[in-house]
């Protein structure tokens, strides 16, 4: 589902984010990124989804390199991803319904179809109530589980996280870590980054371990 | 079809909602795009006016042949025939000197004044209507005329109206002139109403790219705010000038009074009004457009 195969991306400035990073993830596959702040984590998640290009070497999701990708084609990429932003990226200038409402928006649902859709997805995530108060009222917990709902409304194939339990406590981490555990069941392809050792421990989830832009 | 018609409805009811939320300065850039368009519009009026009236004066352009006064019936009788068989006149009218002074007794109203005169002042008159031409070959026959024996004046009666003719085209290049800049003006008043808006959607429009947003997608709403201020704008135009002709009419028909005259000015017609309103809906796209093209490719990620 999605395969680097020798990757290196170095930012302008002269600084390697990724060594030659090559790895296979099977479509419905878990699977953990680890490694400590500054090892390339964040990178090599915006190169699947485009927001960076690779210096050299391939990135492929769904047999597409998605290095080689036209800015038209972009768009249709990233609807096939479901993507957690460290930084949530909510927009708190409208309702806990319409941040979740505006991915499919952008795919051109209709109004009763989208509707439905919105309430499954924050009913999953446990904000259902909330859907009418503005996401600056929310808790970071709850603030993380809304940026789940709009990742998931679409339904993708695959989810990125980027460090989704970064700032909550233990209790939040496992609700987190459960939600992502259900929609692995249901045979979504799964990507999360974190450093959180508490969430890892528990797991029998495969791991890849980047240190200093290199895969261990 | 009917899908795609509902999403293009659905932004543009979005764009009005934005629009309506800034009561005042939606309503500012409305007054000030309305202004700058009524200012050609109604000069464009006021020509259109103008050549109408010059239309009507010049359409039958008319030569008045004055003889000298001891002119002899036979010498009228040549001339007249003279003037007949002239390749470039299409008809002759003789008006003779007792004719005219009887006519001039009954459409001035002087009549006591000129029974009192010793002598006819008045000479005998040929009235040309030549064949349609321009200006020049209007004059020129005017002077060929002005040669021919027992002829003391040859007049043209439509000179002035063709002095006004140029006169409006020089009104019609400054008009054109005027209408460019205020287009450019308007174009620059969108442009700098999206661009300030792009500024306050920029976390709207970077989440929209990064969950899969076209282009399209993101400039739409842009586009038809734009256009529907220019719509605005275009209508508030027609009004200031609509307005404004009615004021001016109340006072005209008092002067036309003063000159028993009945004329009025007359408001933009559909076509031209259509044509306002299409124009202004265009530029308002068209800086939205520049705009967008200038902004949006600024926001990451690409």
Redesign the interface.
């Known amino acids: 589902m999605i395969t680097f195969n020798q990757v290196h991306k170095r930012y302008p400035g002269g600084y390697e984010a990724l060594k030659g990073v090559s790895f296979d993830i099977a479509e419905g596959e878990m699977v953990f990124l680890t490694g400590h702040s500054g090892a390339g984590k964040s990178t090599l998640l915006k190169l699947i989804a485009a927001i960076e290009r690779p210096n050299s070497g391939s990135v492929l999701v769904n047999n597409q390199n998605v290095g080689a990708l036209k800015g038209g084609a972009l768009p249709y990429l990233r609807r096939n991803l479901g993507i957690i932003f460290q930084d949530h990226k909510l927009l708190f200038d409208r309702s806990v319904f319409d941040n979740v409402l505006l991915p499919l928006q952008i795919c051109g649902f209709d109004h009763r179809e989208s509707a439905k859709r919105v309430r499954a997805a924050l009913d999953k995530v446990g904000l259902l109530k909330r859907e009418k108060a503005n996401p600056i009222a929310l808790s970071g917990g709850e603030q993380q589980r809304l940026c789940i709902a709009r990742a998931i409304v679409n339904r993708p194939a695959i989810l990125l996280a980027d460090e989704p339990t970064g700032n909550l406590d233990a209790d939040y981490a496992r609700e987190i870590m459960a939600i992502f555990s259900s929609f692995h069941q249901v045979g979504a392809t799964l990507l999360i980054s974190t450093h959180d050792e508490s969430v890892l421990q528990d797991s029998g989830v495969r791991r890849l371990i980047l240190k200093e832009g290199v895969l261990q | 079809m009917t899908?795609a018609f509902?999403?293009h409805l659905?932004v543009l009811r979005a764009v009005l909602r934005r629009m309506f939320a800034s009561k005042l300065a939606g309503f500012l850039n409305i007054l000030v795009i309305g202004i700058a368009l009524s200012l050609p519009a109604g000069m464009y009026m006021l020509l259109q006016n103008a050549q109408g009236l010059v239309a009507q004066l010049s359409d039958a352009p008319q030569i008045s042949l004055f003889l000298e006064m001891n002119a002899k019936a036979e010498d009228v009788d040549r001339l007249h025939q003279q003037l007949a068989q002239h390749p470039a006149v299409a008809g002759v009218g003789f008006v003779a000197r007792a004719q005219a002074l009887e006519q001039l007794k009954q459409s001035t109203g002087l009549s006591d004044l000129i029974s009192g005169l010793e002598q006819n002042p008045l000479p005998d008159a040929f009235v040309v209507h030549p064949k349609p031409g321009d200006a020049q070959s209007l004059d020129r026959l005017r002077g060929e005329l002005a040669k021919l024996p027992g002829v003391k004046e040859a007049q043209l009666d439509s000179a002035w109206a063709y002095k006004l003719e140029a006169l409006l085209k020089f009104g019609r290049m400054g008009v054109l002139i005027l209408a460019s800049l205020l287009s450019l003006a308007l174009i620059a008043v969108t442009f700098n109403t999206i661009r300030l808006q792009i500024l306050t959607q920029h976390?709207?429009i970077?989440?929209?790219?990064?969950?899969?947003?076209?282009?399209g997608?993101i400039r739409r709403p842009f586009l038809y705010f734009g256009a529907t201020q220019g719509l605005l704008g275009g209508i508030m135009a027609w009004f200031i000038v609509t307005v404004s002709l009615l004021l001016l009419n109340g006072q005209l028909g008092a002067l036309a009074q003063l000159y028993a005259s009945q004329f009025m000015l007359h408001p933009l017609s559909f076509g031209d009004s259509l044509s306002l309103l299409l124009f202004s809906v265009y530029l308002g796209w068209l800086g939205a457009w520049l705009s967008v093209a200038r902004h949006l490719s600024q926001i990451?990620?690409?």
Not at chain 2, 206 to 215: N, S, Y
């Open positions: 899908r509902a999403l659905g976390d709207e970077e989440v929209a790219k990064l969950i899969g947003a076209t282009d997608f990451g990620p690409r």
